[in-house]
C-alpha cells in the first residue's frame, strides 16, 4: 500500500496527551470490548497470522489501564502512526469529494478524526482502547486510539497498513451515512422497533458502510495506491468479521442470527466487493434490498 505518496489531511486533531477516564461507552460493546476492537483483533490472528490470544489480552489489559509492553508501544521516529493516519485520511478526503461532486451533485463536508490513547471523551459518551475504532454522528468526529494501531504495526509490521486503513474506510462511510442522514433515520427506527427489527437495521447500518469503504477502495486503487495483494487481503478480512464467524469463536460457540449487529461474514464480504467493484455509492443502498 502506497500511503506515503497520499495527500496528508489536516483534519486530525491529536489529543494522546490528554486523554481522560470514561465515564460510558459508545454503541457497540460486546462483552467489555466494543465490536471494532474484536474485529480488528480477528483481523489480526487470521489475516496476518498474528495470535489473537496475545491481541485480545492486550485490549482487555488496556481496557483495565494495563500498559501495553512499552517495546511495542513506543512511538516511532517522526510518529509514523500519524502520518499513516492523516494520508490515509486524506485519501478519502480527495475520493469523497470527487465522488459527492460528480454523483451526488453536492460538496462533501469531511470528518474530523481524533487520536487518543487510553480514554477519549465525544459527544457520544467516553471510550476506551477495548472500543475500537468508531464514529460519533453527534460531533462528527471519527475516533481512533493509536495504542492499538501501533501494536499491530509492531506484531505485524507493515502487512497492517491496508487493514488500518479499512478500519478508517469503514468509519468515513458512517460519516457519509450521518451526512445523507441514513444513520438519523435508522435511530430512529430502531426506537420504535423491536430488538431483532433494531438489530436488523444495524447490519444493514453496517453493511453499508463496508460497501462505502469498498467505494473508496476503488478509487484508491485506480491511483495505483493499493496492490491486489491489499484487495485479496481486504476481502479475506471480511471474512473473518461476521458476526456468525464471531459468534462461533465466543465462549457459548452458538450462532443466533437474530442477535446479528453487522452481518455475515459472506455478506460482509458481499458488500465490501460491490463497492470495490463499482465504485458507484448507489450500488450501496443495503436498505432496498431485498436479499442482504
Not at 207 to 217: H, I, P, R
Request: charged residues 20%; glycine residues 8%; proline residues 3%.
Amino acid at each position: 500500500m502506497k500511503w506515503d505518496e497520499m495527500r496528508q489531511s489536516d483534519n486530525v486533531e491529536d489529543v494522546r496527551d490528554g486523554s481522560s477516564s470514561p465515564s460510558s461507552s459508545p454503541m457497540g460493546m460486546l462483552g467489555g470490548l466494543g465490536f471494532g476492537g474484536v474485529a480488528i483483533a480477528l483481523i489480526a490472528s487470521f489475516v496476518f497470522k498474528i495470535n489473537p490470544a496475545q491481541i485480545l489480552s492486550f485490549l482487555n489489559n488496556t481496557s483495565q489501564n494495563v500498559p501495553a509492553p512499552q517495546s511495542l508501544v513506543k512511538t516511532p521516529a517522526k510518529d509514523r502512526d500519524s502520518t499513516f493516519v492523516r494520508s490515509v485520511l486524506g485519501d478519502t478526503e480527495d475520493t469523497w469529494n470527487r465522488i459527492f461532486k460528480q454523483q451526488l451533485k453536492t460538496n462533501y463536508q469531511a470528518p474530523k478524526l481524533v487520536l487518543f490513547n487510553g480514554y477519549v471523551n465525544s459527544a457520544c459518551g467516553s471510550a476506551k482502547t477495548s472500543a475500537g475504532p468508531f464514529y460519533c454522528p453527534a460531533d462528527r468526529k471519527v475516533y481512533l486510539d493509536m495504542g492499538f494501531f501501533k501494536y499491530l504495526e509492531a506484531t505485524a509490521g507493515n502487512n497492517a497498513d491496508f487493514a488500518r486503513a479499512y478500519a478508517i474506510a469503514h468509519e468515513v462511510g458512517h460519516h457519509i451515512q450521518n451526512l445523507r442522514g441514513t444513520s438519523g433515520k435508522v435511530r430512529q427506527l430502531k426506537s420504535s422497533s423491536s430488538k431483532a427489527k433494531a438489530n436488523e437495521l444495524s447490519v444493514r447500518l453496517e453493511l453499508q458502510a463496508d460497501c462505502l469503504a469498498g467505494v473508496w477502495g476503488h478509487f484508491t486503487a485506480q491511483k495505483g495506491l493499493i496492490t491486489d495483494q491489499d484487495v485479496a487481503k481486504a476481502l479475506d478480512t471480511a471474512t473473518q468479521i461476521g458476526d456468525d464467524y464471531l459468534q462461533k469463536q465466543s465462549k457459548s460457540g452458538h450462532v443466533i442470527p437474530e442477535s446479528f449487529t453487522h452481518g455475515t461474514s459472506q455478506q460482509r464480504v458481499t458488500w465490501f466487493k460491490r463497492g470495490l467493484n463499482t465504485g458507484d455509492i448507489d450500488q450501496c443502498d443495503t436498505f432496498e434490498a431485498s436479499q442482504l
